[in-house]
C-alpha cells in the first residue's frame, strides 16, 4: 500500500509526483529567533568529568561489600587460589570503565561467606547473579555473586560489584572483591549538523520483501524548507547520544526492507551536509538500539553511530509518514 502523506496544520503543501515516489515540499515563513541546539543530552559533561566520577563511584562501590566478620585484608592476591582469585581486569567488557578491587582471608568456609553476601546486599543494590567454576583434576572451585546499582543520569551507566570466594590452604577462605563503574561517553560538539543545512528531505524506502526479488522499491519523502521544522529536525539528531562502547550480544535481526534516511542540506538542491539512517526491523519501530544504531555521517564522512527509542517515531511525525 502506498503511504499516505498528510499536511501539516498551518503549513502550505505542494505535493511533487516523481517516477516510483511519493513527496511533498513544507514551506513556511522564516521565524526571527534561532534558539541554540545543544549537541548531546543535557547533563552529559565532558570524557575527562565523567571518567573522574566513574573512578570515584568504583572505589565507593568497592566499600559497600558487606563481609562476614573477622575477615583480614591482604593487598595481594592469596596464595594457592589455584587463581580463582586472580583480577578479570572487567566485570563487563568496554573501553570505558573504572575498576576498583580489594582481597581478604577468613577461617569461615567458602560456603558461609557465599550466603552472608547474598543474604547482605549492599546499600542501593540488586543481585544480578551467581555462578561457579571448578577443576576435576585438582577438585578446586570458586563462587561467586554480582551485585548491580542503576545508572547515574548521562554520566555513569553501568556500575556493578562481582564478589567470588574460593578455599585456601590450610583451612582458609580468600575473597576477590571487583567493582566496575562505566563512564558515559558523551557526544563530541563536532559531531552536528552543519549550521548551514536549511532543508531537510526525510526517506521512507519500502523494499520488496523477501528482499532481493526484482519488485521495484517504494519510496516516500518529505521536503522540508520551514525554518521552524528544519530546527525541529536538527535538533532531534543533535540532542542524541552517541551508541556507547559495550559488548553485546544481539540477536538475529530480521530484515524488513525498509529504512528511514534524514539529509541536511544547503537548500533544497543544494549539497547534503549531514546524514542520519537507519533501518526498520519491525513495522512499529519507533527507535534504534545498539544492535541497530542510527548511523550518522556529517559531508560524507562517518560519525559516531547514535541511539534512542523515539526517533524513527519523531522522524515520521514530522515528515507525516504513515506506516
Known sequence: MRPILVGLAGLAAVALVLSGCAGAVLTERASDTTPTIQV???????????????????????????????????????????????????????SANALAHAWWTTSEAPSEVLAYLKSHVPTGASQSGTGSVSDGRTGSSSELVGFEWPAVGPVLGDRELQVTVSALPGGRTGILAEAQSD?????????????AATAVRITLQRRSIPVGTRKPVSASYVLITSPRRVLRAVRLVDSLPVVQPIEIMCPLILLTGQSLTVTYSAGPAGPALAQAQVSLQAPSSGGADSCDPIRFSI????????????????????AGFRR
Open 40 to 94: 548531546g543530552p543535557p547533563g552529559q559533561g565532558t570524557a575527562a568529568a565523567n571518567h573522574a566520577a566513574a573512578r570515584r563511584d568504583a572505589a565507593t562501590l568497592l566499600t559497600r561489600v558487606r563481609l562476614p566478620a573477622g575477615v583480614v585484608s591482604t593487598p595481594v592476591e592469596p596464595r594457592g587460589d589455584h587463581g580463582y582469585l586472580k583480577l578479570s581486569g572487567d566485570i563487563e567488557g568496554d
Open 183 to 195: 563512564w558515559v561517553v558523551p557526544r563530541s560538539q563536532s559531531e552536528r549538523v552543519p549550521a
Open 299 to 318: 559531508r560524507g564522512r562517518a560519525q559516531t553511530p547514535l541511539i534512542s527509542d523515539s526517533f524513527v517515531r519523531q522522524i515520521e511525525q514530522l
